[in-house]
């Protein structure tokens, strides 16, 4: 039985001197070379072949100590299977020798749990539960979502430890979809510098809408405003209240409603009822006077000032009256923005009879 050859010398070959590229002429060395076989045995040298790139290109793993040669004859020694299976088998028992197969080798495998490195040539188990391995097995994000469900769970990050590039302080800078914790100074928002909120983002890529949702809680109640981008974040329309307590405390920055829609309230010059749009109506307690200063056929009562409970703003508020122990009398009333000044009016002398003053105006 022939045996087979132990070089391969088929067409010729072109090197150049001190070069690594080797160019066969008539040459099939993809079928009969390896990278380990030796080239150059023709000329007394032994070059590892580093790499075998076709059936006319290989690459030497050092310069071609020789002189350039020009497709002329060459030789390359074949080297045996066992002796490229034993240095195989070496460099793989030397990647092996750092300990990482021992520390996989050393654990006790169980049901739902995966090995991993706590260090070089260290491992540990992990529970790998029945959720994970579906959002693993999961091909895309939206299927990683569906796997998650509708509930996240855990508190929302700040933006800054997202881990989606975000920073804080600029309500402009966060359009990333997701939910965030917001605290400490922001700019852009819809009242004041100081915020502890959650903001939700939503966006739609394909227009670049981006819509901002802020639950914010102002200490008397939580407010929710929202604002659109529809050039995903270059421009924002203004924030608008989309939600806010009925009873509570009213507020404002800027001329915009930051609290409460409704506020009312007393002391010792009356009560009053403040709104969210700003309008204030003021009523006094009840005063008594004499309605016995005669003029012509009626009678009426020395000029009544007294305090309002809340100081209006704005333009003049409007006043109005009324008398309470009798329905044969009305009031005059006139307002200035800290207090009523009214008299009484009946068609016969009274000693003694109640009325009280109100008022409408603005409280920003």
């Known amino acids: 039985m022939a045996l087979a050859p132990s070089f391969y010398s088929t067409g010729t070959a072109t090197v150049a001197a001190n070069g690594t590229a080797v160019t066969g002429q008539g040459t099939s060395w993809l079928n009969a070379v390896q990278p380990g076989d030796v080239f ?17 290109s290989l690459t030497l793993a050092f310069a071609w100590p020789g002189g350039a040669q020009t497709a002329a004859a060459y030789e390359i020694m074949l080297v045996p299977d066992a002796g490229r299976v034993m240095e195989t088998t070496r460099q ?16 006790t495998s169980a049901a739902d749990k995966v ?25 895309d994000t939206l299927g990683v979502l569906e796997k998650l469900g509708p509930v996240l769970g855990g508190p929302a990050p700040l933006p800054s430890e997202a881990g989606v590039g975000l920073s804080d302080g600029d309500f402009n800078t966060i359009v990333v979809e997701g939910a965030y914790t917001i605290t400490g100074t922001w700019v852009n928002g819809p009242g004041g510098t100081t915020y502890t909120a959650l903001l939700e983002v939503q966006g739609r890529r394909f227009d670049n809408l981006c819509v901002q949702t802020l639950r914010y809680n102002t200490g008397a109640g939580l407010i929710v405003w929202r604002r659109r981008s529809l050039d995903n974040g270059a421009t924002w329309d203004a924030w608008a209240v989309t939600d806010s307590p009925t009873i509570g405390i009213v507020s404002q920055s800027g001329g915009v409603p930051t609290g409460a829609i409704v ?19 003021c009523t006094s307690p009840e005063i008594t006077v004499a309605m016995n200063q005669a003029t012509g056929g009626l009678f009426y009562s020395n000029a009544v ?60």
């Open 40 to 56: 150059g045995t023709h000329k007394g040298f032994s070059i590892r072949i580093a790499s075998v790139n076709s059936n006319t």
């Open 92 to 107: 793989l028992l030397d990647m092996l020798s750092d300990g990482d197969l021992a520390a996989i080798a050393a654990l």
């Open 115 to 139: 090995p991993y490195f706590t260090g070089a040539g260290a491992a540990a188990l992990a529970d790998l539960k029945a959720k994970g391995r579906e959002i693993i097995a999961a091909v």
């Open 263 to 281: 506020e009312r309230g007393s002391n010792a010059n009356g009560e009053y009822a403040k709104f969210a749009d700003g309008t204030m109506i």
């Open 305 to 364: 000032t007294v305090p309002m409970p809340v100081l209006f703003t704005g333009i003049q508020p409007v006043g109005f009256g009324h008398a309470s122990s009798t329905i044969n009398a009305w009031v005059n009333a006139r307002t200035a923005f800290g207090s009523w000044v009214g008299a009484a009016y009946t068609a016969s002398s009274r000693a003694s009879d109640t009325i009280r003053f109100g008022a409408i105006g603005r409280w920003f």
